[in-house]
């Protein structure tokens, strides 16, 4: 693209690095066209202050923005600017330290080379605390009687160096409800912005035949499609939906087909988004997309915003949706769609063709490019269908696992069996002191755990008191639990790994002190999942006391480089899309109570002792990823955390400065990686952890 964008006054032009990401993750695209990486850098040193920077875009089509500003310490802050509005950004900041460049990642549909407004100005502490004051009045219209824990946040926010803490509350409207922002802002509106898509449609290299695949009773509606080159096969009614499938297959001249089904109705852009995507990755043998439901008028309700290929949630259910492109000679060499299967055809071919392709060759297209009927109701899905496909998944994978039926919830369970014989398990637990706490997690471990084979290695860092002593000579009696001397300042990364090294077992858990046993199955399952050679790090669904959500999984990116998935929700809460409810492909987990094996943390290197407190078990499983391996979350393994609720942010001087120093180091070494989980979807919040969709 003609690379028109204009400097910011203050800066120069200079030459743009790469940005690169660590690997490990499966396939997403969010924007299927070329992306534009520009940088600049200041004409002089910039004092340390308040600065505000404004880049605003003609509205066709979407873009995004991601910032990066290097400093000459070697510190690096990334963020995804704040949308303000459509194509509109805002953000303010405090620069901490002498900043050498800022580079940014501009993808969308829209003109990207081409904003009107780029504008980076020093505001100082007066045009701060004016931004505060708008922003405080944004917290209190959209939260009301929540303003007090937002503005909590904020503050915390504020003790950050270096970080974003200001920006415009949210780009809605008075009245207006979160997902109708959402479309109004983030989404693309093809029906206004034709004109911008036929460009894009221009600039295609490759324009691959797609062949749509209408099993309804009337022919979809694709003439107002901007990509001209597909065909429309349509069977006659009456035979079973999979036989009609095959037959149509069988017709087929496009290298792609598309399944339509008589609810689902494409956007105009749809096939176009699709073919942009074959661009991008040639190789792509599936590419499925996030929907959403609409009604006789018009109003769409209802967003799916699905997680990057997780083929562990595709054993639960088809969670990839209506609207899936497959390669044509992959389907006719798999046989197509399977009858005996039906009605779970849909779901046993995504199981078939996920063992005979490579990972990253199923790619997930995060944009919203087809509709369903809001009075169409989903057909639940079909036990003995969807266990027959998944038994046969079980023969063809040579596992040892069984498929199970959670009827409540219309969810299969593919059940992994713990190896002959049973892996030698090192529980791994660090504690000063506090031996009530102790001893309970102890001794629940103990009159709670089926698992036939494990030690208990308590990790001493320098406990003092009496108490202390009496439970390590109580403890000392059991055979099972070693008391490991480990004194000096308090660092989690190098007492796990000093017991990781004096651990006997083939599988290690690192568990935390407060954490207390309540299924006696709880180690079983984490076994089973952790002992399977692709899988690494095993988390469990973690309680508070009072019975609340505290840990379910870990959102790479929230609050700026982690936090829970759900945290606080009940704990009978479904989640998102079902996610509480199966086990679930993570970016990361707690180490409050984790499970890898013995050679994967080796392989990687134990943890980061550098991170002494915060992040080094999300340091940890991205690196585990990055190896290679999947992480996971199960709600299948129980039990409570008594972290407590109501702890607040530690604002000490000391540990301020540690925070700081080790969250610099985590945007350093992961950078990109902090603003993509995979799991996670773009088009939700990274403010909140409860998947309300993203409105800024």
Known sequence: MQDGFPTPAGFKRVAADAVRTSG???????????????????????????????????????????AQLAFEEQRVLWLRLPVRARNHFLAQFRLDGTLRQLTLTVSGSGRLAQP?????????????????????????????????????????????????????GSASAAGEAPYDTWIRVFDEAPERDRARHEERLASLSTRPLISVLAVADAAPKLDDQVYPDWELLTAAPGAAIADRLNALLAKARGEFVLPLHAATRLRPHALLDLALTLCRVPSAEAIYTDEDRIDAAGRRSDPRFKPAWSPDVLDAYDYCGALK????????????????????????????????????????????????????????????ATLRALND?????????????????????????????APRVSLIIPTRDNAALLAACVRSIR????????????????????ATRRLFAELGTDPTVRILPRPGPF??????????????????????????????????????????????????????????????????????????????????????LQRLRCVQNVSAVTAACLLVRRHVFDQVGGLDESLTVAFNDIDFCLKVRAAGYRNLWTPFATLTHRESVSRGQDFTPAKARRFADEYAMMQRRWGADLLADPYYSPHLTYDRNDFSVRLR
């Open 393 to 421: 998944a079980v023969a063809r994978r040579g596992i040892d696992a069984g498929a199970t039926w959670d009827g409540a919830h219309a969810l299969a369970r593919l059940r992994y069996r713990v190896p002959t014989p």
């Open 447 to 466: 009159a709670r755990t089926r698992y036939p084979d494990y030690e208990i290695i308590i990790v001493d860092n320098g406990s003092v008191e009496d």
């Open 491 to 576: 660092n989690f990364s190098a007492l796990n790994n000093a017991a990781a090294r004096e651990a006997k077992g083939t599988i290690l858990g690192l568990v935390n002190n407060d954490i207390e046993a309540i299924d006696e199955g709880w180690l079983d399952e984490m076994v089973a999942l952790a002992a399977r050679p692709e899988i690494g790090c095993v988390g469990a669904k973690l309680l508070y006391p009072d019975g609340r959500l505290q840990h379910g999984g870990v959102i790479v990116g929230l609050g700026g480089v982690a936090g829970h998935a759900h945290r606080f929700a009940p704990a009978s809460e479904p989640g998102y």
């Open 24 to 66: 490990g993750a499966p396939v997403r695209i969010v924007h299927p066209d070329p992306e534009l990486v520009v940088s600049f850098a200041p004409l002089g040193r910039m004092a340390n202050d308040w600065y505000q920077f404004e880049l605003r875009f003609p509205t066709e089509g979407l873009v995004d923005v991601l």
């Open 116 to 168: 009107t407004l780029c504008r980076f100005e020093r505001v100082g502490l007066t045009g701060q605390l004016a931004t505060a004051a708008r922003r405080g009045l944004d917290i209190v219209r959209r939260d009301g009687f929540g303003a007090a824990k937002s503005a909590a946040n904020y503050v915390w926010r504020l003790t950050r160096p270096g970080s974003i803490v200001v920006s415009r």
């Open 325 to 384: 492109l497959l390669r044509t000679s992959t389907m006719r060499r798999l046989g197509g769609w399977r009858a005996e299967t039906s009605p779970a055809h849909e779901h046993d071919l995504m199981l078939r063709l996920a063992d005979a392709v490579a990972p990253d060759t199923i790619v997930h297209l995060a944009k919203v490019l087809s509709h369903r009927a809001s009075n169409d109701d989903e057909t639940a899905p079909d036990p003995s």
